[in-house]
């Protein structure tokens, strides 16, 4: 069964910092483009961040230089480095990722929960 499990979520101080992981796991071929997002309760879901499978990165401006996207494409792993964390950051953080299994599909992740208290 091909997935997206995310960890590293948690609670975390202001100021402080996370870092979430996002596995692909089954029988996949490749591992294409990958993207962060999340979602706060009463809004809608939102932008983080995003890479390509060469490494080109995109950040959402509210969290530009506090948040840092990378992977690891020989773990089928990516990466959200969360630093300076506002309590504003607090949502359900989501993955999401282009699949090669049969051919290229979307796939999310559950989800992992991030709350920063003041």
């Known amino acids: 069964q091909v997935q997206l499990v995310e960890s590293g979520g948690g609670l975390v101080q202001a100021g402080g910092s996370l870092r979430l992981s996002c596995a692909a796991s089954?029988?996949?071929?490749?591992?294409?483009?990958m993207g962060w997002y999340r979602q706060a309760p009463g809004k809608q879901r939102e932008f983080v961040a995003g890479?390509?499978?060469?490494?080109?990165?995109n950040v959402a401006d509210s969290v530009k230089g506090r948040f840092t996207i990378s992977r690891d494409n020989a773990k089928n792993t990516g990466y959200l480095q969360m630093n300076s964390l506002k309590p504003e950051d607090t949502a359900v953080y989501s993955c999401n990722a282009e699949l090669y299994v049969t051919n290229w599909s979307q796939y999310w992740g559950q989800g992992t929960q991030v709350t920063v208290s003041s």
């Open positions: 890479i390509t499978r060469g490494g080109i990165t």
């Open positions: 089954g029988s996949i071929f490749s591992l294409g483009a």
